[in-house]
């Protein structure tokens, strides 16, 4: 770019961060929202709002800032490196203050105005992280006697957290989401308890079906910190992931009490902290901490269809989560329920090991080939060629959380209408077999399928040929009822089965809770997951959020944490800073909180 134009859009940049800046310092909260387009959208990550919010419009973002500015006081708006310009679009990185914290943001100027507007909290001032040149000594060069040694203050430690010394906060599950958020709250001195069902920290990804490997590319998962090597395999099979968090959770430093069930949990007004009852190796545990986090996945319980005469069959039924993999199939005929991801793996297995397979489609669902994904979905943002063109892990965050769900699709559509074009011949001959392709009711594809429900899709790596040649037959309908032999579907056909897994998804998240506190708990915190797209599983109103992740919900101190190995990572940053701003008693006013519009 030349000099001149890439001044032009540095000063485009400085001159909406001046205006927008004296606004906010004039307490202007109109003038500052005049500075937006009509419909400008302003997504929140914690710096503003305490909260996980996108304003969507100038009299959104004029009430927000009515509401907090007084207590935010922003200032320091700073671009943070040159502007990029592309089809009348000025992108900006910027820098900006509040009263507890530093932020930093994204910003997308359309003739001068603000199309969107993305402000994170990164840290809190006077809490920041030890690291870099701050990072602590570790040891003092004093001689003394009786002086304990790293590993005799671990242990001293170890012995008493949840014992003597109550953790601040408990998270209870240990995979990846837990893992990470831990590893977060212990760089900010947050005294945290990872509670973990499992043997060994890994172990919910070493205990699934012998072939499962991750479908994202290893550049879209990273931990917090901690990166892959860059030997690392794009694709990693689930016992190498398995391994990488259990040595991950000692490299960190983890309170991590694996072989450790929770029991139940209740808060206690009076005390002003949480109950929460523990079986640890057979030894029953009271922790108290005044935080608690649910990190237990994605989704809920799984979902396992009651199918008249289900206890009639003679031969074996899985759910997919417990489908173990492997094994001599040779002759077998095996039957799965359901077409999405999980059912396309566990297919390919079981042909693999010699099975007579047979899936069964109950809706639409929708494929993209994992190649394409790369190339066209992922490429920019999280691959090498992204690497080498300066956008690190970081960026690629902050740029997908840049763009709110509002136009999100928008962004999605042509990518997926250039995957359609790509890949016609495979979508005819998947057609063709009889597979009942979509790319999600507005064609924004896999990542909106994602965010809305959690389901209805399947990134191929391979199984879809299976289906094309007929190796894994493909049937239509729906389940009425199962005999001794099989499953007996709603138009008559008859499907003979030796084996029958259930690859049907799971349930709400808030499931949990109903269980482990009490159904009115669930209640009151509602579904999980979407946002109110209005679309199949994901109902209105219009959320603009993720349902009550990483973020307050309307039960206090009680906290949802999952997602996928990405937004573990990235919004693990937001929810430990909320912690940490507790645990140090600043002012957390919340603006915003969601209403409950769907219970589970």
């Not at 074996?316 to 077409?339: C, F, M, N, R, W």
Request: with cysteine; hydrophobic share 35%; glycine share 10%.
């Amino acid at each position: 770019m030349a000099d001149s134009a890439q001044a032009d859009l540095d000063r485009g940049v400085e001159a909406w961060l001046a205006a927008f800046n004296s606004a906010l310092q004039d307490r202007n909260a109109a003038g500052a929202a005049d500075l937006f387009e009509e419909d400008g959208l302003w997504r929140d990550f914690v710096s503003f709002t305490w909260n996980l919010k996108t304003l969507d419009g100038r009299q959104q973002i004029a009430e927000m800032l009515e509401a907090v500015l007084d207590d935010v006081q922003p200032t320091g708006w700073t671009l943070a490196e040159p502007a990029t310009g592309d089809d009348g679009v000025t992108e900006a990185w910027i820098t900006f203050e509040t009263a507890p914290s530093r932020g930093w943001g994204h910003l997308r100027l359309r003739d001068g105005k603000a199309w969107t507007l993305l402000t994170t909290m990164q840290e809190l001032k006077g809490f920041e992280e030890q690291k870099g040149a701050n990072r602590p000594k570790g040891v003092e060069h004093t001689i003394e006697r009786g002086r304990k040694s790293w590993l005799e203050q671990k242990q001293e430690h170890q012995a008493r957290l949840g014992y003597e010394d109550q953790p601040y906060c408990v998270i209870v599950g240990g995979g990846q989401g837990g893992i990470g958020l831990a590893a977060r709250l212990r760089r900010l001195n947050v005294p945290t308890i990872v509670i973990e069902r499992n043997e060994s920290a890994g172990d919910s990804w070493r205990k699934r079906y012998k072939s499962l490997a991750l479908h994202d590319p290893v550049w879209y998962d990273h931990l917090p910190y901690l990166k892959f090597p860059d030997d690392w395999p794009v694709f990693a099979p689930k016992d190498k992931i398995g391994d990488w968090l259990e040595h991950y959770t000692a490299i960190m430093e983890l309170d991590y009490w694996s072989g450790t069930e929770c029991l139940g949990a209740a808060y206690d007004d009076d005390a002003g902290s949480w109950e929460l009852r523990v079986r640890r190796r057979g030894e029953e545990v009271t922790l108290r901490p005044q935080q608690l986090v649910f990190a237990l996945g994605v989704s809920g319980y799984p979902n396992v269809p009651e199918f008249d005469g289900a206890k009639a069959f003679l031969g074996e039924q899985y759910h997919s989560s417990q489908y173990p993999g492997g094994g001599d199939q040779a002759g077998k005929k095996a039957l799965i329920v359901g077409s999405n991801n999980s059912a396309h793996d566990i297919a390919a297995d079981l042909w693999e090991h010699g099975a007579d397979v047979t899936m069964l489609q109950r809706s639409s669902t929708h494929i993209v080939r994992s190649d394409s994904l790369m190339e066209f979905a992922l490429g920019d943002l999280y691959s090498e060629r992204a690497l080498a063109a300066g956008t690190t892990t970081e960026k690629a965050d902050m740029l997908f959380a840049s763009l709110p769900y509002r136009i999100l699709p928008d962004a999605q559509i042509p990518i997926y209408d250039t995957i359609a074009e790509h890949d016609a011949e495979f979508y005819d001959q998947l057609r063709a077999a009889g597979f009942d392709l979509d790319f999600g009711e507005d064609g924004s594809g896999l990542f909106l399928k994602y965010l809305r429900r959690g389901s209805g899709y399947y990134i191929d790596v391979g199984a879809s040929q299976l289906i094309i040649d007929g190796r894994v037959k493909l049937k239509q309908g729906q389940v009425a009822k199962l005999t001794g032999s099989g499953a007996v579907l709603d138009d008559g056909t008859e499907l003979d089965a030796d084996i029958i897994i259930y690859a049907t998804g799971y349930g709400s998240m808030n499931n949990w809770l109903a269980d482990l506190i009490s159904p009115e708990v669930a209640d009151q915190v509602g579904k999980c997951w979407g946002y109110g797209s209005g679309t199949t599983k994901d109902p209105g109103p219009w959320e603009g959020e993720l349902r009550n992740m990483w973020k307050p919900t309307n039960v206090e101190n009680l906290w949802i944490h999952g997602g996928n190995l990405h937004q573990s990572r990235h919004y693990s940053t937001f929810l430990a800073l909320q912690l940490k701003a507790r645990m140090e008693g600043l002012p957390t006013p919340v603006y915003g909180l969601q209403e409950v519009h769907h219970t589970r």
